[in-house]
C-alpha cells in the first residue's frame, strides 16, 4: 500500500505558477511510476504528466507540453509537477497516482493508489 498527499494548490493569476508536490508513504516509493492527473468540473479525469521510477523518462500532455516539468526524488519519496504559464483551462482538481508497474505509463486504469487531490484555480 502507498498513500499520497498533495500539496501547493492554490488561487494563481493567469500567467502564473505552482508547484504541486505528492508525498508518498508506505511502500517503497522508488518501485512506482507516478502520475498527475487532473479533473474539471463536468470533464473526465485526464493525464497531464508521468514519469517512471527512476525519473529519466517522461510525458507530458500536449495541453501543458513546455509550461510544466513533473520531477521526483526518491530519497525524500515525493513526486513534483511546477507549472508555468497557467492558463485559465489549467484550473482543476489534481491528483498524483503511483502505478505498481516501474515503466512510465498514462492510463488511468494502470494507476493503482491515488491522493484526494488539491485544487488548482488559474483567474483570467
Known amino acids: 500500500q502507498v498513500q499520497l498527499v498533495e500539496s501547493g494548490g492554490g488561487l494563481v493569476q493567469y500567467g502564473g505558477s505552482l508547484r504541486l508536490s505528492c508525498a508518498a508513504s508506505g511502500r517503497s516509493f522508488s518501485t512506482y511510476a507516478m502520475g498527475w492527473f487532473r479533473q474539471a468540473p463536468g470533464k473526465e479525469r485526464e493525464v497531464v504528466s508521468a514519469i517512471n521510477w527512476s525519473g529519466d523518462s517522461t510525458f507530458y500532455a500536449d495541453s501543458v507540453k513546455g509550461r510544466f516539468t513533473i520531477s521526483r526524488d526518491n530519497a525524500q519519496n515525493t513526486m513534483y509537477l511546477q507549472m508555468n504559464s497557467l492558463k485559465p483551462e489549467d484550473t482543476a482538481v489534481y491528483y498524483c497516482?503511483?502505478?505498481?508497474?516501474?515503466?512510465?505509463?498514462?492510463?488511468?486504469?494502470?494507476?493503482?493508489?491515488w491522493g484526494q487531490g488539491t485544487q488548482v484555480t488559474v483567474s483570467s
Open positions: 497516482a503511483a502505478s505498481d508497474d516501474a515503466v512510465i505509463t498514462i492510463a488511468t486504469m494502470n494507476y493503482d493508489f
